[in-house]
């Protein structure tokens, strides 16, 4: 599987931007996709994640500000982030893993948000 993200960029607080990341190659019908992030010095955490059903679940640092959205006939998933804060700069990570096996699990290649404040 491969995954194609696009969207990052610099904004002022309180702007808004949306990723998106596309996936290829051998997509199972039952899966999770979502969006994580590393800010520097820190451990990669999760963002919002979607299962092919249309279940999600945020971190609650961005819940009520982010949402989380796919097109599964596109094989894509979204992340509208609105009211960003310099806390959420960071380089956003797209991940997918399959419902079937914990083992298939792949990562994005990151995309930086800056935040200004």
């Known amino acids: 599987v491969q995954l194609q993200a696009s969207g990052g960029g610099l904004v002022q607080a309180g702007g808004s931007l949306r990723l998106s990341c596309a996936a290829s190659g051998t997509i199972h019908s039952i899966n999770v996709m979502g969006w994580y992030r590393q800010a520097p010095g820190k451990q990669r955490e999760l963002v919002a994640h979607?299962?092919?059903?249309?279940?999600?679940n945020y971190a609650d640092s961005v819940k009520g500000r982010f949402t989380i959205s796919r097109d599964n006939a596109k094989n894509t998933v979204y992340l509208q982030m609105s009211s960003l804060k310099p806390e959420d700069t960071a380089v956003y990570y797209c991940n997918y893993h399959s419902g079937y096996s914990s083992t298939i699990n792949y990562w994005g290649k990151g995309t930086l948000v800056t935040v200004s404040s």
């Open positions: 979607i299962t092919s059903g249309g279940i999600t």
